[in-house]
């Protein structure tokens, strides 16, 4: 058992107060489900009709188009947001003060706009189809956030192997390419992967715009009325897929920052997760 | 340019529907990440569990995916409410895992010590938690649980597609009306600044008196 602050280890009396305490939550949920699944069957959500079209091909293939359509896009802003994402953070990093203000106006900027003003923007202003209006929503956002990841990581290697790689005579280049940089990619990577499950998730905004990706494929069939309308079976069979996609990828960056931790390498760096956008100065990020 | 002057009151409205709609969200996610940070940091093993279970689903689940299901599907679950309740619970409910995991690493800051002094001095837990715990976990989660707050305002945003007021939502009329769109989009801009940057200036005059000096 892991010691907190909180309380001590429990004694026999108090564990067997908790072990009711427990017993009686627990009645809680299964209550809670209990009545869930009531209003569900109440209000026949589990009529055959409703669950028809999933069993038409045609409708499967949908669906499958549709996951691609999302996959698509994620890959696609992914790696943009990546690249951008390092172009911005050489730009916070340079030594011309011009290029610095520049980039540091941009990330900070787009962090603070709504994701989806940006893609709407594309969308109606710059009367761009569907997908590319996402794509370049995702990426100026995800690459902003990006760029302050990469600068953490980078100014997360210790002081001694900047200075040690100046003392042999290498130019700032070199010093990044070959000894921040590369150390700095191993405490970072946790917090990229995390950056990246975010984007994953933006990817169905696109159905606002009517990009047709997985959501849009649900809303199509929810909204057919010879299946009555199916919503909720359609969120019953999108959710679990959409968010398994997420906490895959999620479980991915824990076991990367696991790993990290125990390597003797990386043992002091730690690089904070993104956070979701930010103005104050105050917070854990550097 | 004119496209503010001549519609302030459309302007206002969403400007309006998305302050109301960041701060009920916001009561509402405080609410609940805390009590779900109290269930992770419990004792008792399945509070634990449902905490973990609220933040892991809720932390993977993509906003736009639980408004649709809030927003579109709650309805034909039986729940007739007016859209902006919806919206609120949909995005309280989303921001509250990241309040909650928040709260959480805010008490994973106190030092083991301090409550360990606490119980030696004889304090209950209630005291330990309220008068040593509490107060210093509150003061380093004053940053994050800002940007978490600053994150919930941006993503009200998604709220105007669901047909519920709020600023962005503010561009249709406008393009029907025929107004340039990159202007009627300026003011949208303008206005998302005007919230996050009064967000981010409230936690940071918060942290300048409460936060730990460091």
């Known amino acids: 058992m892991t010691t907190t602050a909180l309380y001590d280890i429990p004694g026999p009396r108090t564990r067997r107060r908790h072990l009711a305490y427990g017993l009686a939550s627990t009645a809680a949920i299964i209550g809670l489900v209990a009545w869930i699944v009531y209003r569900l069957v109440d209000t026949d959500q589990f ?55 520049v980039s540091t106006l941009v990330v900070e900027f787009f962090r603070a706009m709504p994701v989806l003003v940006m893609i709407f923007f594309v969308f109606v202003a710059l009367e761009v189809k569907p997908l590319p209006a996402l794509v370049a929503g995702l990426t100026l956002y995800n690459g902003s956030v990006l760029a302050e990841v990469f600068r953490a990581g980078v100014n997360s ?21 070959y000894i921040l940089v590369p150390q700095g990619v191993r405490a970072m990577l946790p917090a990229v992967i995390s950056q990246l499950v975010v984007t994953l998730k933006d990817t169905s905004l696109g159905f606002l715009i009517t990009y047709e990706e997985f959501l849009h494929a649900g809303k199509l069939i929810a909204s057919n009325l010879d299946y009555d309308l199916p919503f909720i079976p359609v969120v019953l069979v999108i959710s679990p897929i959409y968010i398994g996609m997420c906490m895959l990828l999620s479980w991915f960056a824990n076991w990367v920052a696991k790993r990290q931790r125990r390597s003797v390498k990386t043992e002091a760096v730690e690089v904070a997760r993104p956070e979701p956008g930010t103005l104050l100065p105050g917070g854990p990020q550097p | 340019m004119d496209v503010l002057t001549e519609n302030w009151s459309l302007y206002g409205d969403g400007l309006l529907g998305t302050v109301e709609l960041t701060g009920y969200a916001s009561l509402l996610a405080l609410g609940l990440g805390i009590l779900m940070a109290a269930f992770r940091v419990a004792p008792v093993g399945s ?168």
């Open chain 1, 47 to 101: 009529e055959a009709v409703k669950w028809r079209p999933f069993q038409y091909e045609g409708i499967q293939e949908l669906l499958l188009e549709g996951l691609g359509n999302t996959l698509k896009a994620f890959a696609i802003a992914a790696g943009l947001a990546l690249a951008l994402g390092a172009v911005l953070a050489t730009g916070r990093l340079s030594d011309f003060r011009v290029v610095r203000w």
């Open chain 1, 157 to 177: 290697v210790e002081r001694g192997q900047r200075e040690a790689a100046y003392s042999l005579g290498m130019r700032k280049t070199q010093v990044m390419t």
């Open chain 2, 47 to 214: 509070l634990r569990v449902i905490g973990a279970t609220w933040v892991n689903v809720l932390r993977n689940t993509p906003l736009t995916l639980l408004f649709f299901a809030v927003l579109l599907g709650m309805p034909r679950f039986g729940v007739q409410l007016p859209f902006t309740t919806f919206a609120v619970l949909a995005l309280g409910c989303y921001t509250s895992a990241f309040i909650c995991e928040a709260v959480r690493s805010g008490i994973n800051t106190v030092p083991v010590g301090q409550g360990e002094a606490a119980r030696s001095l004889g304090m209950t837990f209630e005291q330990t938690l309220g008068t040593v715990v509490l107060p210093q976990a509150f003061r380093s989660v004053i940053p994050p649980i800002g940007s978490t707050l600053i994150a919930l305002a941006k993503n009200s945003a998604i709220a105007g597609s669901f047909s519920v007021t709020e600023l962005l939502g503010v561009y249709r009329p406008l393009n029907e009306l025929g107004y340039s769109i990159i202007w009627s989009f300026v003011w949208i801009a303008a206005g998302y600044l005007i919230v996050t940057l009064t967000i981010s200036l409230i936690f940071n005059l918060l942290e300048k008196y409460w936060g730990v000096a460091r």
